[in-house]
């Protein structure tokens, strides 16, 4: 079975940003003088009135606010370090992200923290400068592909970062055919290798390809990594031929990737078994899914008459 470990189930949905609600007039946001709806004192009630009411308004007004405590500052240099990372792989120096991921490890981070602190959101990051247009197609996936070359180099440390275990299963992970972000599948097959599993991942080039893989190997589960809906009556299409086609008549089917995260009822829809939200899940979420799938299959064969 080879072991392909190239791309996977993304990382998480894009950040909205808010819109700033327009400022309304300076006269509209003063409210009406409270006195204005209210019949004058009497003279003689207004100096226990001042007392009473007004004096004790005008404390409460003027008195400092209660002391807030200090937001947590590990997010602002957690959004430091994205951006200045995104920055380096965007930058004309090829090697300066690989040097600082070395520097990160000199220091003692582990391979899991940088793939999933560093790396899993510096990628979310280009594709948020790409889809706004502050930067350009090519140097957005030039920015990616060294991201790719870092997750290889890393994958064997990550590896051994691990205790050695062979689970003996086997996975077809893929993006849907012809999509293109496989940055988020190449990592949950980091993930699933070290794991144990057996892998062969993608992108083919179609789906007669992938279903013919399916057909003349086994593989216990197959993935895809869903990045947005253009595809999605080929990927329907596409898994009801894995199903009907593949050597293994109960192979179990996982969708994840953004699209899936942000509308999880597709997964229904399309005709897979469950969905996979994150990188370090998927490898325990499709076993569980294989042991459903055996014992339906077992089932299955025991109502045969």
């Not at 309304?24 to 209210?38: G, H, S, Y």
């Not at 205790?163 to 940055?183: K, R």
């Not at 290798?193 to 216990?220: I, K, M, V, Y």
């Not at 009907?244 to 994840?256: A, C, E, K, Q, T």
Request: proline share 8%.
């Amino acid at each position: 079975m080879p072991d392909i470990n190239e791309q996977s189930f993304a990382a998480g949905p894009d950040a909205n940003t808010a819109k700033t609600r327009p400022a309304r007039p300076w006269r509209d946001r003063i409210a009406a003088p409270v006195w204005r709806f209210k019949p004058a004192l009497p003279p003689a009630n207004v100096v226990r009135a001042l007392k009473a009411d007004i004096i004790p308004r005008i404390f409460h007004a003027f008195r400092p606010a209660p002391p807030q405590p200090p937001s947590a500052p590990a997010p602002v240099q957690e959004t430091t370090q994205v951006q200045a990372f995104a920055a380096l792989v965007l930058g004309h120096d090829d090697k300066a992200a690989f040097v600082y991921v070395e520097q990160l490890r000199a220091r003692g981070e582990s391979v899991e923290s940088i793939f999933l602190d560093l790396l899993a959101p510096t990628a979310r990051r280009l594709g948020e400068l790409w889809e706004t247009d502050e930067s350009d197609f090519a140097s957005v996936t030039l920015a990616v592909g060294r991201l790719q070359s870092i997750l290889r180099h890393l994958g064997d440390a990550f590896v051994r970062e691990s205790s050695p275990y062979e689970c003996g299963e086997s996975a077809l992970l893929t993006v849907v055919p012809g999509e293109q972000h496989s940055f988020g599948l190449s990592m949950a097959a980091e993930f699933f290798r070290r794991a144990g599993w057996n892998l062969c991942t993608g992108p083919f080039t179609s789906h007669h390809e992938l279903t013919s893989l399916a057909q003349n190997h086994w593989f216990d589960i197959v993935g895809f990594s869903v990045s947005s809906d253009r595809r999605l009556d080929e990927l329907k299409r596409g898994i009801q031929d894995i199903r009907r086609d593949s050597r293994n008549r109960h192979i179990g089917v996982i969708l994840g990737g953004p699209m899936i995260i942000a509308h999880p009822e597709l997964v229904a829809a399309i005709g897979a078994d469950m969905m996979s939200p994150d990188a370090i899940t998927a490898p325990r979420e499709a076993h569980e899914l294989i042991e459903r799938m055996t014992g339906r299959g077992r089932n299955q064969q025991g109502g045969d008459p």
